[in-house]
């Protein structure tokens, strides 16, 4: 129960980052929205054997992070939760892609530059996913991706898992402390159990999503979200979306690591 309630936890304190009101959390959520699709496009669509040429990317997930006031650690540790999907991706490479590059000094086969490149890329992906989420409320984020043509159905679907998941997880924990009290002699739950218990959990599951679909119905919800109440564009939102996609643009199109070392080569001598 313990695992259950601390993921419970840690969902509602992604919910509680996102309530907060730094300058990031105030921007337009369909704003930080287009620069994440951005930032994800472009980052993943670099070349499968580029590594340095991803440090630039590195900018937008650090300054975010600090101007919107984020624990760093905590989103880390949730990284690290899907990061050894991500080399499990990557680790096969080397085994099938053994050409020979020089780089610099040592001689490394090109398998292990596209490990590197594709941790790199999933790493950067996720975080700045978790960036979206600890920034920008889920109610808040739906009529975002309505007003970017996603379909209605689609976000209705999203909303409602999400919100169905945290009644789902409450009343299996409220399940699981009320075996316990009844059978404080057993760890765990006996498997002749796991069936009734089941079945109470969706039963009791199932009435209160009704419930909070009536509750919804007399607040005037009619599957769709009102236009009342979502937030204006200002003139920060085009400034954040613009000063983004041109660092983006030029992180891609130019190789800025080595224009910078060239820079600092130059100024040495």
Partial sequence: MSDLLSSLHNMRRMDDLARQSTWIHRLHPAAKLAVTVAYLLILTSTGRYEVVSLFPFLLYPVLVTVMADLPAAMLIRRLLLVEPLILGIGLLNPLFDRQAVLIGLWTISRGWLVFASLTLKGTLTIYAALLLAATTRLDDLAPALRSLRVPRLLVIQLVMIW???????????????????RAPKHHGIRPAAWGSLLGQIILRTYDRAGRIDQAMRLRGFQGDFPDAGRPRWRKSDFLFIGFWLSFFIIARRLDLPAILGSWAAGGLL
Avoid: F, H, P, S
């Fill in 163 to 181: 919100r169905y998941l945290d009644v789902l997880g409450m009343e299996v924990a409220k399940t699981q402390r009320a075996y316990q009290l």
